[in-house]
């Protein structure tokens, strides 16, 4: 029972984010499955670009992921680059408000 609800926290913690963020900017493609293989494919290029480039500094690191998660979800979600990035972005801001309101959740628990 802990593992499925720890699968539902995860997908709502990851995904949600991005969903929001890739509706509120236009994207053609929105649904939860959209956004799951979105999030698989810029994990995949984010390690094989990782990979190819040894000794990336943390620094370096975040303004690569930016770019490489940008082109995994222009080519998933249907939109432009420009937009794409601004997805990126927003995701990030909305996944660190959402672990902020889970970890007080939790901790008020």
Do not use: D
């Amino acid at each position: 029972m802990e593992l499925i609800v720890f699968v539902i926290l995860i997908v709502a913690v990851l995904v949600l984010p991005l969903k929001m963020a890739a509706a509120m900017m236009g994207a053609r493609n929105t649904g939860v499955f959209h956004c799951l293989f979105a999030l698989l494919l810029a994990v995949i290029v984010q390690r094989i670009v990782g990979g190819m480039i040894p000794g990336v500094s943390e620094n370096l690191g975040v303004l690569l992921t930016i770019p490489l998660a940008a082109v995994a979800y222009m080519l998933v979600l249907g939109t432009g680059f420009l937009k794409a990035i601004v997805i990126a972005l927003l995701q990030g801001l909305i996944m660190i408000a959402a672990m902020m309101l889970f970890a007080g959740v939790f901790a008020a628990v």
